[in-house]
C-alpha cells in the first residue's frame, strides 16, 4: 500500500505509487504507525534532491521529518515550497535573490532572514483554516511554470509554452491554447509568481516536452 506522501499543486499531501522526481518537508507530520497527522509544523517548506551525499534515509522513520514527494519543481511551488538551502544551495540563493527583487514592497529590508520570507508565503498558501489560498489574476499576466484552476474543468494545469497542461500523478496529459484576457484562480502563491517571472526557472516534468 502506497504511503500518504506525495503533494498534489494544492499542496495536499495524497497516497498514490508514484514518487515523483523532487522530495522535501515540512516538518514532523506523521505518527509512529506512518499515519499523516498534521499538513505541516514548520512554515519553512522546502523542496529538495533525491539524492544528496549518500545520505540514506527511511521514509517515514518514527521520530523524524516526514520525506514529501513531488512531480516536478513547478508542483512543488504551486504547493508553496521552496528551494532548500543546504542540497539546493545555488537554486537557494537564486530564488532568495530573485525573491527580494521581485517582492520588495513585501520586505523592504536588506537581506532578511530566510524565515521572514517563509512567513510571508506561509500566509499565501494557506489560510486559517488549513484551507489552500488561491487568487485571481488575468491569464495574459502569469508566467510559465505557474499552476492555474483550468478554466474548462477545474483541474490543476500548468502554463507552459502557450498552453494549458492537465497535471496527473503520473506527468501531464493534453494540452489546451492558452487563451486571451481570461480572469483564472491561481495556485502558486503571489510571491512565488513574482519570483518565476523575475527569471527563477523552476524544472519541468519530462512529459510537458
Not at 139 to 161: E, M, N, Q
Amino acid at each position: 500500500m502506497p504511503k500518504q506522501n506525495r503533494v498534489t499543486p494544492f499542496g495536499d499531501i495524497v497516497a498514490i505509487p508514484e514518487r515523483g522526481g523532487w522530495m522535501g518537508n515540512r516538518g514532523l507530520l506523521h505518527d509512529p504507525q506512518q499515519v499523516i497527522r498534521r499538513s505541516w509544523r514548520l512554515k519553512a517548506w522546502i523542496t529538495c534532491k533525491l539524492s544528496f551525499k549518500e545520505r540514506q534515509r527511511e521514509v517515514m522513520s518514527p521520530g523524524k521529518y516526514t520525506e514529501l514527494f513531488f512531480l516536478d519543481e513547478v508542483t512543488a511551488m504551486a504547493a508553496g515550497h521552496r528551494p532548500c538551502a543546504e542540497c539546493r544551495r545555488e537554486d537557494y540563493r537564486r530564488f532568495k535573490s530573485l525573491w527580494l527583487s521581485a517582492n520588495q514592497d513585501m520586505l523592504p529590508k536588506e537581506n532578511p532572514r530566510i524565515g521572514e520570507i517563509d512567513a510571508i508565503i506561509h500566509r499565501e498558501r494557506i489560510d486559517l483554516q488549513g484551507n489552500k489560498v488561491l487568487f485571481e489574476a488575468n491569464i495574459d499576466s502569469l508566467p510559465d511554470g505557474v499552476f492555474i484552476i483550468s478554466p474548462t474543468d477545474d483541474k490543476p494545469a500548468l502554463i507552459w509554452r502557450q498552453k494549458i497542461h492537465t497535471w496527473t500523478p503520473n506527468g501531464y496529459i493534453g494540452n489546451l491554447p492558452l487563451p486571451n484576457n481570461v480572469i483564472v484562480r491561481v495556485l502558486t502563491p503571489g510571491t512565488l509568481v513574482k519570483t518565476i517571472a523575475a527569471g527563477y526557472q523552476p524544472t519541468v516534468h519530462s512529459t510537458i516536452l
